[in-house]
Structures are given as C-alpha cells and as structure tokens.
C-alpha cells in the first residue's frame, strides 16, 4: 500500500480460554497507528470474564462453524477488507475467514491448525487433557484452573504475573470447540478444513512462540508447510523466547508490531 491509501481496519479474533480482553493493549497501539479496529467476541460471548466465570453457559454453546459464521458477517458488514488477525484457536478461524476469501491479509498468532497439520506434541496434550480426557466433557465449560494456566499461557513470566494474568483474562474452556479442533484430522466434514491448494487466498502470516507449550513452534512449521502447494503468500515467522501467552507477557509490543507490518505489506 501506498501513503496515498486509507489505513484498512483491523479485525482481532481471541482464542480458547480468552476473551476480547486479551487484546486489550493491541487496540489501543493498533488505534494509536491510525487504524479503525474491532475485537469482536465469539457470539454470545460479550460479557466480562467475571461474568463469564459466574455463569460460563455462553461459553456451552459455541461451536467452530458457528463462531466463523459470526466473524464472516462481521468482516462483510465493513466497508473495506480488514486485517484479521487472531490468537490460538483464533489463528485457525483466520485461516478458515481466509479460505473463505475474507480479508486483505490475516496472521495467525500461535495459531491452532487446520485439517491435515498431524503433529500432537506431549506439551499440548498436557494443556489441553484435562479437557480432551474426559469425553462428557464436550458441549461443557471446563474450568481452567491457576496451575493449568501457568503451564499452557504462564511459562516465560513470573509466578505472580502468571496469576494475575489468570485473574485479569482467564475463562472456562468451551470444550465442543476444542473437541472439534482435536477431531478434525478423523472426520471427512472438518470444520477446521481448508483449501490448501488455494491460490487465490489472501496472504497468511503464521507466527510462533519458541516456548509455546500449547502449540510448539513445530506445530505451526507443519502448518505452514501444509500450504507448500498453493501460490498464494504464506509466511512464518518465530520469535524463540515468548509463550502462548505472547499477545499480553512482556515484550508483546514487537510481536504486535511485526504482524502488522507484515500485513500492511505481506512478503513470503
């Protein structure tokens, strides 16, 4: 884009475990650059995380097509084509928004994957089993306890600042979501499945954390590969030091910075 151009909205879609909160010091620092930006909640996600936590049964009835469906009306109710950029199971809905053709360019930060992305690290297993392990557990709101939060989002930081991050942005689980998510290699219907070959999709940027617990960095070098057949731009990017928790621990302003530049102007 040129200077001449008006700056594109920004849409910013939070991840499993989060609300819109989570990206609360990415819009203003997106709003200090010019940039009209929307952090939308998944539907029916609106209230706080205190109330979210006081009565979770919002978080009971998502689902990944239902969530993607709300973001694709929000994006063609605008009137240009946003940057999308999501965190987590985000990622994977701007991935999905993507697919659709929605967007001037999307990132993915410590992106959930898409249909055929195999890696399963013992990491993820751990921040996730106490979910996945019980099967009635789907179409619930799992609590995410301080100790699971510290070791999925909370590694890179302190004690403390684990806990108080826990307390400030920390909902239950809406576990179909996440069941869906870890089914989606074993049903032929995936709502997590994606047009790999695509050449006409707009640019994606897919950015890892080194000490990503939740999704390793590994995880989202496979992503990445997975696209190898399309012509269209897709990009990796990762920053060896930061956790799942890379959006708000210390330091998030480069990792915000660098997403953004990347959009306004994506290269392979």
């Given amino acids: 884009m040129t200077a001449a151009d008006p700056l594109p909205p920004i849409v910013l879609i939070h991840g499993l475990w989060m609300t819109p909160r989570s990206w609360e010091h990415w819009v203003e620092r997106y709003r200090a650059r010019g940039h009209e930006v929307l952090a939308p909640s998944w539907p029916g996600l609106e209230g706080e995380v205190e109330a979210l936590r006081a009565d979770p049964t919002p978080l009971t009835e998502q689902s990944i097509t239902k969530i993607v469906d709300h973001y694709d009306g929000i ?40 249909k055929g992305v195999l890696s399963l690290p013992l990491s993820t297993l751990r921040s996730a089993g106490h979910v996945l392990a019980n099967p009635l557990n789907r179409g619930k709101a799992v609590p995410f306890s301080e100790k699971h939060f510290r070791y999925a989002f909370g590694n890179t930081i302190t004690e403390e600042q684990s806990r ?46 080194g000490k990503d ?36 621990e210390p330091g998030w302003e480069a990792v915000a910075d660098y997403a953004l530049d990347w959009a306004l102007d994506p290269k392979p």
């Fill in 75 to 114: 994006i063609r109710g605008l009137d240009s084509a946003p940057i999308i950029i999501g965190h987590s199971f985000g990622g994977t809905f701007t991935q999905l928004l993507l697919d659709r053709g929605l967007g001037r360019a999307g990132v993915g930060v410590d992106s959930s994957t898409v």
């Fill in 164 to 209: 108080e991050a826990w307390d400030r942005y920390s909902v239950p689980a809406a576990a179909r979501v996440l069941f869906e998510g870890a089914a989606g290699n074993l049903v032929p219907n995936s709502p997590i499945k994606v047009d790999l070959k695509k050449n006409d999709r707009p640019p994606l940027l897919l950015i890892a954390g």
């Fill in 213 to 248: 617990h939740v999704v390793p960095a590994k995880v989202t070098r496979e992503n990445v590969k997975r696209y190898g057949k399309s012509e269209a731009i897709v990009a990796y990017k990762e920053f060896p030091d930061r956790s799942h928790f890379t959006a708000g």
